[in-house]
């Protein structure tokens, strides 16, 4: 399977996912029209479909032009989002299998960010939307902090440290900052903002991580580590009994940061 990333908006991410043995294409997360049906374009492949991670405008821009052009594309998102995602014709439940072309798939349902969030998984390659970013993850607008602690863990459970992270926002040295506030020792976070820093000099994407990457770096998925725990409880004010407690903490902390 070949990606594409489009940056579209500000710092938002579409990718675009080829299935190379069927020449067929979808759009994971289409932000706006334009930039993803011009790298489109320069591919000769068939759009097939549209695969939402969650309803947020930012990430549905394109959407209805899209199906304009197209009436017959399947469009893929979690099933009690239908009428929050116009058009959404394929209705999805946690560990579905999906499938573009010859390639197969699997939903992962992560409430948290929106009630309704999924990350697809295909091969070693895993689109995240807004539940992980760079070195973070998203804001909590419909969930809880258990709750999005949890989905993390399900996320991940299993999965190979090699899996290639593709996020939905170019959040990354922000995240940084914060990740260091949390584990100045950490010498793993100091590296990653070198790489990520030379990447955007060039104006480069930070985007895709690898979980293994995300692993050592990124505070949300680091919640179980000794030295975050005494971090947080030393810094935050907060005792730690649980890592369910830490990330709470740390997630409240971050909306402020
Ligand atoms: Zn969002």
Redesign the pocket.
């Known amino acids: 399977m070949k990606v594409i990333t489009v940056p579209c908006n500000f710092d938002n991410y579409a990718y675009i996912i080829i299935c190379e043995k069927s020449g067929t294409a979808a759009i994971v997360d289409p932000a706006e029209y334009y930039p993803v049906y011009t790298a489109l374009q320069k591919q000769d492949v068939q759009l097939k479909a549209i695969f939402c991670t969650?309803h947020?405008t930012?990430?549905i821009g394109g959407l209805e032009e899209f199906l304009a052009e197209d009436p017959s594309l399947q469009v893929y998102g979690f099933k009690d989002d239908a009428s929050r995602i116009a058009g959404l014709n394929v209705m999805l439940e946690g560990n579905d299998v999906i499938r573009l072309g010859q390639t197969e798939g699997r939903v992962i349902h992560t409430p948290g960010?929106?009630s309704g969030s999924v990350c697809y998984h295909f091969d070693n390659h895993l689109f995240t939307?807004?539940t992980i970013f760079g070195a973070g993850c998203?804001r909590l607008f419909e969930g809880s902090p258990a709750q999005m602690h949890g989905s993390l863990a399900n996320l991940i459970t299993g999965m190979a440290g090699s899996t290639h992270l593709y996020f939905?926002h170019e959040y990354t040295l922000q995240n940084l900052k914060f990740a260091q506030f949390v584990e100045p020792e950490n010498s793993r976070i100091q590296k990653r903002v070198e790489h990520s820093t030379a990447l955007r000099e060039k104006n480069e994407f930070t985007t895709p991580s690898t979980l293994e990457e995300e692993l050592e770096t990124n505070p949300f998925l680091r919640c179980s580590t000794p030295q975050v725990k005494k971090n947080v409880e030393e810094r935050l004010y907060v005792d730690g009994q649980s890592p369910q407690t830490i990330f709470a903490a740390l997630r409240e902390q971050k909306d402020s940061f």
């Open positions: 969650h947020h930012d990430h960010h929106t939307g807004d998203g939905g």
